[in-house]
């Protein structure tokens, strides 16, 4: 398996990453330093080879083409394990980055401000069908602004509210619309958002009977009982895919009093996209608290959220002319695509497909078959998307490992010409702990 496709590792520059909201690395290397350095990794004396290693840790996300190119040439297997874990852990802070905006807007209305806000950051963004506002001229400036920073003043500025469950057909558009706006309660960590959405609170009572062993026994006492639940949003880059997360992880909550909320014990469950495998740029999560008498607010809540995330995504298989591939398999390392047969129903086009990857074989996940409505993109010669409505399989879909056969039917949405290429995707999976921290929180 290649050293990218799975990134689960060691998180050593994370706290470093989460300390600072908008991370730049400073490194006094150049990239002629690193050639030398390598070298002293593999020199007799310990001093020396430790001076190296501490010397090549410091290095930045800038350095990473030379350090992946001696990693590519060195020999030693100790030294290569050495760098292997440097560049994996400068891989994941660049990961874990957040996009960074520069904008300057001079006396423009929202509607162009919003191409070029689109354009700046990288992302599509759109606005709902509608006039009000669109006119409005906007002045900003933006120097290498974290995007949620970035993105969070502009809306405020153009009068527009983000809508979090809506990423389009596609999942690639971030949907905006004219309204009022409030700050609301939020934490951004890198790429990630976590907001505070409310509290639900509970009281139950019950009152039991009396004992069906004896008549004259006295009535059972009344049972009490409270619970207290957060609800947190939480939003990701587009960049950055949540595939799966985990129930909030809480470290520490006290009360205006100073009294502990925090449950004895925590049940940490574990969700993902309906079918398994789905990307998602918005999730709601909650986490239990205990109640305590005469709590008015929360005065410190902090803890952490674990998710897996799509950090990148490669071209495996591309597939040009591919009205024109019937009968034809196309493969790249051990992964093989062959396209059986291509019918077309109006706006519709449907493939009859065999695709095997390789780094998947003697696995049963699940969730690779479903992955393939967003890991198997069909576009126009321009670039624009079909949209996937997902594959149909014949028997379990797989065979030991992930071995599809089956149909994928793709729809013209309006906006794309004829089918011209299909790619198959790599997708590179990284888990982390999203860290939130709140204060001040009024308690219901």
């Known amino acids: 398996m290649p050293r990218w496709m799975f990134l689960v590792i060691p998180a050593l520059l994370v706290t470093a990453l989460l300390a600072d909201e908008s991370p730049k690395a400073e490194t006094k290397l150049q990239p002629n330093d690193i050639p030398a350095l390598v070298k002293k990794l593999g020199d007799g004396s310990f001093q020396v080879r430790d001076a190296a290693l501490k010397a090549l840790q410091k290095a930045g996300p800038d350095l990473l083409p030379q350090l992946r190119k001696a990693l590519d040439e060195v020999q030693d297997a100790e030294v290569q394990r050495q760098l292997n874990e440097i560049v994996l852990n400068l891989e994941r802070v660049q990961f874990l980055a957040p996009t960074r905006v520069t904008l300057k807007i001079q006396n423009e209305p929202v509607k162009d401000a919003v191409q070029k806000f689109s354009a700046a950051c990288g992302y599509q963004l759109e606005v709902a069908s509608g006039d009000m506002g669109e006119n409005k001229l906007l002045e900003l400036d933006f120097k290498d602004i974290p995007f949620w920073q970035a993105f969070e003043e ?13 990423y389009g057909p596609n999942m690639d558009t971030i949907r905006l619309e004219f309204g009022d706006s409030f700050p609301g309660v939020v934490h951004v960590s890198g790429p990630f958002r976590v907001s505070v959405r409310g509290f639900n609170y509970t009281r139950n009572i019950e009152f039991a009977s009396r004992s069906l062993r004896s008549a004259d026994a006295p009535a059972s006492p009344i049972r009490r009982s409270e619970s207290l639940t957060i609800r ?69 809540l902090r803890g952490s959220i674990p998710v897996t995330v799509v950090a990148s995504q490669k071209p495996r298989i591309t597939i040009d002319k591919v009205t024109q591939a019937q009968g034809k398999t196309f493969e790249e390392g051990n992964v093989s695509l062959k396209i059986e047969s291509i019918s077309k129903n109006g706006q519709q086009i449907t493939f009859r497909i065999n695709l095997t990857d390789g780094a998947q074989q003697g696995k049963r996940d699940y969730s690779w078959i479903n992955q393939l409505i967003q890991r198997l993109v ?33 729809g013209n ?32």
């Open 378 to 410: 069909l576009t126009d010669a321009n670039g624009n998307k079909w949209q996937c409505y997902g594959p149909n399989w014949e028997g379990n879909g797989f065979n030991g490992g992930a071995n599809f056969s089956g149909s994928i039917t793709f």
């Open 413 to 444: 949405n309006g906006k794309a010409g004829e089918p011209e290429r299909m790619v198959y995707y790599d997708w590179y999976i990284l888990s982390h702990s999203v860290p939130f921290q709140f204060e001040d929180l009024t308690l219901p």
């Open 232 to 300: 947190l949003g939480l939003t990701v880059e587009p960049k950055l895919p949540l595939l799966t997360w985990g129930q909030p992880i809480i470290t520490d909550a006290f009360d205006d009093l100073g009294q502990p909320l925090l449950l004895p014990t925590q049940m940490h469950m574990v969700g993902m996209r309906y079918y398994s495998g789905y990307r998602a740029f918005t999730q709601e999560v909650q986490a239990n608290l205990q109640p305590a008498p005469g709590s008015k607010t929360i005065k410190l």
């Open 154 to 166: 502009f809306c405020n500025r153009a009068g527009l509210v983000f809508q979090e469950g809506y």
